[in-house]
């Protein structure tokens, strides 16, 4: 059973910057699509970033060229660097993962992710 632990989350003014990672205890197959989502209290869990096995990214439009999401398949790590941190990117947020075949590109539609790490918090203050 794949097993997701998220780390790095906290407490930060806006503008400023925090590092989230997430740990998987295995990678059971060498194609998949990993994802950082996140959720504020009342809304909807939403898809940020994305990354396939051959580094296809995806990106939402309100964090490109803010957030850089980066995996290490040798140590099974997924990095979510967030800069320009903004009060609206308050949310718990979770690395997700899928392995298996990719047909296309990864997506965020979450039902599409069978692996879930049990979130992080982000808290931007201004």
């Known amino acids: 059973q794949v097993q997701l632990v998220e780390s790095g989350g906290g407490s930060v003014q806006v503008g400023g910057s925090l590092r989230l990672s997430c740990r998987a205890n295995m990678h059971p197959f060498n194609r998949y699509c990993l994802a950082w989502f996140r959720q504020a209290p009342g809304k909807e869990r939403e898809g940020v970033a994305t990354i396939r096995h051959d580094a296809d990214l995806l990106y939402a439009d309100s964090v490109k060229g803010r957030f850089t999401i980066a995996d290490d398949n040798a140590k099974m790590t997924l990095d979510l660097q967030m800069n320009s941190l903004r009060p609206e990117d308050t949310a718990t947020y979770y690395c997700?993962?899928?392995?298996?075949?990719?047909?296309?590109?990864?997506?965020?539609?979450?039902?599409?992710?069978?692996?879930w790490g049990q979130g992080t918090q982000v808290t931007v203050s201004s």
């Open positions: 997700a993962a899928y392995f298996g075949l990719v047909v296309g590109g990864c997506t965020f539609r979450a039902a599409e992710y069978y692996y």
